[in-house]
């Protein structure tokens, strides 16, 4: 898991789960990524209020289950509500939607790129973290900087994925 914002990029963490076969859970996901969150929030939101004053910043999830999207109930929607977490609003499935998507992808080709591959999961872990640590944080900014404009092409194109 890992969290991107304009002059913000988290540490990257690995998760794990507790459900059927190491499933990730709504429980997993509130004990390992939401109590964590408030440090990040508080960073997110001063650099949102140095660029504009009034704006709360916005978190973006995907649409895995375990975020609890489904309920207004669940164990996450409540730790949200009680915390003042503010959801971005947009498709769940759409990763022309999310820019953490395309730093996922980063990750990935440029370990497809690499001439030695893992062996062991140990291994997978330190060339992920070394590939995240690599992504710079003026290409995330571009990323965060273009969001309303990926908005604004996703609703012309009728929620039709967008030329990216």
């Given at each position: 898991?890992?969290a991107?914002g304009?002059?913000?990029k ?7 789960g507790?459900?059927?076969k190491g ?8 004990s ?5 969150l408030?440090?990040?929030?508080e960073?997110?939101?001063a ?18 289950s375990a975020h609890?999207h489904?309920?207004t ?5 409540r ?9 971005m609003?947009?498709?769940s499935t759409?990763?022309d939607m999310?820019p953490?998507e395309?730093?996922?992808?980063r990750?990935?080709q440029?370990l ?5 591959q893992?062996?062991t999961v ?9 590939e995240?640590d690599?992504?710079?944080?003026d ?14 092409v996703?609703?012309?194109r009728?929620?039709?994925s967008?030329?990216?």
């Open positions: 898991w890992g991107i304009y002059g913000y988290s540490p990257l963490l690995f998760l794990d507790s459900g059927k499933a990730f859970t709504q429980k997993d996901y509130l390992q990524v939401l109590e964590h408030q440090p990040i929030l960073a997110f939101a650099v949102t209020h140095l660029l504009r004053p009034s704006v709360e910043p916005l978190f973006m999830e995907d649409g895995n609890g489904k309920s109930r669940n164990y996450c929607a730790y949200r509500t009680a915390h003042g977490i503010i959801l609003s947009h498709p759409s990763p999310n953490i395309k730093c996922w992808r990750i990935k440029a497809h790129r690499r001439r030695r893992h062996t140990a291994e997978m872990k330190a060339m992920v973290l070394e995240w690599r992504i710079p944080q290409w995330i900014n571009e990323l965060i900087l273009k969001q309303e404009h990926w908005v604004q996703l609703m012309e009728h929620g039709w967008t030329p990216n």
